[in-house]
């Protein structure tokens, strides 16, 4: 489980985005799943988006 932190809020009429960052734990070789936490019950899955930096290439899939 990862845990996130609030690093920016920009708030609209209709809704608000909210950015999030967090680090890594170490990673197996193999593909693997990271659980968040502390998500909003509100959010909306198809408005999310991930960004990974680093030297492996990750596929990043999100379920609700």
Partial sequence: ECKSVISRVTVYAR?????RRLELPPLPAEACTLKLS???PYAQTGGMRTQ???ERQ??????H
């Fill in 15 to 19: 809704g608000a985005v909210v950015t």
């Fill in 38 to 40: 502390g998500l909003s």
């Fill in 52 to 54: 990974a930096d680093g």
């Fill in 58 to 63: 990750r596929e990043c899939y999100l379920l």
